[in-house]
C-alpha cells in the first residue's frame, strides 16, 4: 500500500460500497440478460432460465431499495467530521475549480486548482474527500439509482399503469426510459471500473474504496508524518501496461456493442416492441466482450475485500507481536514490515 492510497472512506462506506456493486452488477446482469437473451444467452441459462432472470433481478432490486432505503437517513444523522450530505454539495470552490480547470486544459494557467486534487501526486491534507467531479460522479449516480428503481416498480406493475392510463403505450415508454438510464449507468460503471481498478498507482485494486480511512496511512485528519507523497517510489507492476490496454480496449467495444445492439433491435436504447431478433455475430461477440468487463469488475470488487481481510488480519498479528514483546518477548517478535 502506497502513500498515495490515503482514505476518504468510513467504515461504514467501505461496507456500503461493496454491497452497492454487488447489488448494481447484479441488476446489470439479468437486466442485459432479459434485453439481450439471444445474445448473453448463457447468462440466462445460469440462471435458470427467463424466469430465474426476472426473479433474481427483482430481488435486486428490491435489494437496492433496502440499501438507499438505510444509505440516505444515516447520511442526513452523519455526524461524522467533514461527512454526511453537506460534504457532498457543491461549494464555491468547486465552481471556482471548474473554471480553472478549464483554464488549464487551455494552457491559461500552470496548474488546477486545489478542489480538482485527486491523488496524483499530493499529500491527504492537500486533497479535499471530493473534487467536484467526484461530487458530480455522486450526483448523476445517485439520480439514475432513483429514477432507476422509480421506472422499475412502475415497470413490474405493468397491469396498474395499463389501467390507470389505459394504453400499453404507456407501458413501453416507462420501458423506453429504464432502459435508456441502463445504457447509461451501463457506461460510467464500466469506465469507473477501468479508472479506479488500472490507475497505475493503484492497479489492480484501489483500496482506499475497501479500508476505512482510520486504518488507511496518511488519512485525512491525522498530522502528515511523510515528507512526500510516496509518487517518486511508484513502481508500475510489470503487467500493467498491457492489461490496461486489452481492458481499456474491452470497455470501449463493449459499450458500442451494447449501444448499437439496442439501437437496432428497433427503437433506443429499447425495441418498440418487447420482441427480440437473433442476435448476429459481432453483436454477440461485442456484447459478450463488454459484459467480461463487468464481471471483471465485479471480481475487483470481491478481491478488494479479501485484501481488506488480509490487511487487517496482517495489522491483528502486529499488534499482537508488539504487546508479546512488550510483556517481555524477544525483539525479533516484535519485528514487522511497513506496508
Partial sequence: ???????????????????????????????????????????????????????????AGFAL?????????YMLLSKSKGGGIPSLLPTKGDAEAFVQDVQFAFGRVDERHPNARQFAGYKADEV???SYIGKGVIAIFTVE??????????????TWLIDVYNSQSAVMAFVVFH?????????????????????????????????????????HGDPDEH??????KLRR????????????????????????????????PVPSQLQFNEGGLLRTIGINIGFLV??????????????????????????KQSTTAADGGQPDDAETSED
Fill in 65 to 73: 431499495i433496502a440499501l438507499t432505503g438505510f444509505w440516505v437517513p
Fill in 237 to 268: 507492476k510489470a503487467s500493467w501496461r498491457w492489461v490496461t490496454n486489452l481492458v481499456g480496449v474491452a470497455t470501449i467495444i463493449g459499450i458500442i456493442s451494447v449501444t448499437l445492439g439496442s439501437a437496432t433491435y428497433g427503437g433506443y
Fill in 294 to 319: 463487468l464481471f471483471l469488475g465485479l471480481f475487483l470488487s470481491m478481491y478488494g475485500n479479501v485484501l481488506r481481510a488480509r490487511y487487517r488480519q496482517q495489522k491483528r498479528e502486529e499488534r
Fill in 227 to 232: 515528507e512526500t507523497t510516496g509518487i517518486e
Fill in 179 to 219: 432502459g435508456l438510464l441502463g445504457i447509461i449507468m451501463l457506461m460510467g460503471i464500466m469506465f469507473h471500473t477501468f479508472e479506479h481498478g488500472f490507475h497505475p498507482a493503484f492497479y489492480p485494486v484501489e483500496m482506499k474504496a475497501f479500508l476505512p480511512k482510520e486504518e488507511t496511512p496518511n488519512f
Fill in 1 to 59: 500500500m502506497t502513500n498515495l492510497d490515503h482514505g476518504k472512506f468510513s467504515r461504514v462506506t467501505t461496507v456500503f460500497h461493496s454491497l452497492l456493486a454487488l447489488t448494481v452488477f447484479i441488476l446489470f446482469f439479468t437486466g442485459y440478460a432479459i434485453a439481450f437473451n439471444a445474445e448473453l444467452w448463457w447468462l440466462v441459462e445460469l440462471m435458470g432460465g427467463n424466469r430465474g432472470v426476472l426473479a433474481v433481478h427483482r430481488g
Fill in 145 to 158: 439509482l432513483v429514477l432507476l428503481m422509480f421506472s422499475g416498480l412502475l415497470i413490474w406493475r405493468k
Fill in 128 to 130: 479535499p474527500l471530493l
